[in-house]
């Protein structure tokens, strides 16, 4: 089992997403995109390789860990620049394709992820994410050819959750448990106490 570090953007990260929160009451720290991704609302989250590409979704396997902190900016009422601890998800099914994890997820009676890039299952209206791109269409195109070159998908268990007022991680924090500030671009594996450490000083923060 090998455990990840990862950060994603939540939809509050721009105006156009806080203003899609409200409107929709949508929870503020899920991700921006017209495809979540990651996908923290179903749930069994998903993940795949709409964002990293090659770079991390085929590196996972079944009972993989991966830690997602939102980018480093300042949130809600907090003045100084942190991360936010938003979600800690174990990978439960590994599938090949997209289209591999659908009869999975239909079995479980649920609906598709959003990232699920099949027939029938379409991207999010574009006023209900962070609006980065002109129009759903022109953002979509990208993520489908990401889907048909690297298809893993990959079905979570949430470990920790929280998308509305998510524990902070401090600069202090990150240098406590790590040393340094760990890039993400690729995403690091980290050591299981680290892992621990992280959420036991968010918690006693909380």
């Not at 721009?14 to 749930?43: H, M, N, T, V, W």
């Not at 993989?64 to 439960?92: F, M, N, P």
């Not at 649920?110 to 209206?125: D, E, H, K, Q, T």
Request: glycine share 4%.
């Amino acid at each position: 089992m090998a455990i990840y570090l990862n950060t994603y953007r939540p939809l509050i990260c721009r105006r156009a997403g806080r203003i899609a929160a409200r409107k929709y009451g949508l929870a503020p720290f899920i991700d921006s995109s017209c495809r979540r991704e990651p996908d923290f609302q179903s749930k069994f989250p998903s993940i795949s390789a709409l964002c990293r590409f090659d770079k991390f979704a085929p590196r996972l396997r079944e009972d993989d860990i991966v830690v997602y902190l939102t980018v480093k900016k300042k949130y809600l009422d907090v003045s100084e620049a942190h991360w936010r601890l938003t979600a800690i998800l174990q990978v439960l099914k590994r599938f090949a394709s997209h289209k591999d994890a659908v009869a999975w997820y239909r079995e479980q009676g649920l609906c598709l992820p959003s990232n699920c890039m099949v027939a029938g299952n379409p991207p999010i209206p574009l006023d209900q994410t962070s609006a980065t791109h002109e129009s759903v269409e022109e953002w979509d195109r990208g993520y489908r050819f990401r889907a048909i070159k690297c298809p893993v998908f990959l079905a979570c268990n949430a470990v920790h959750l929280e998308l509305y007022n998510p524990p902070i991680v401090t600069k202090k924090i990150m240098l406590e448990v790590f040393g340094r500030f760990p890039a993400t671009q690729n995403p690091p594996s980290i050591a299981g106490h680290q892992c621990n450490q992280l959420r036991n000083l968010v918690s006693a923060k909380g």
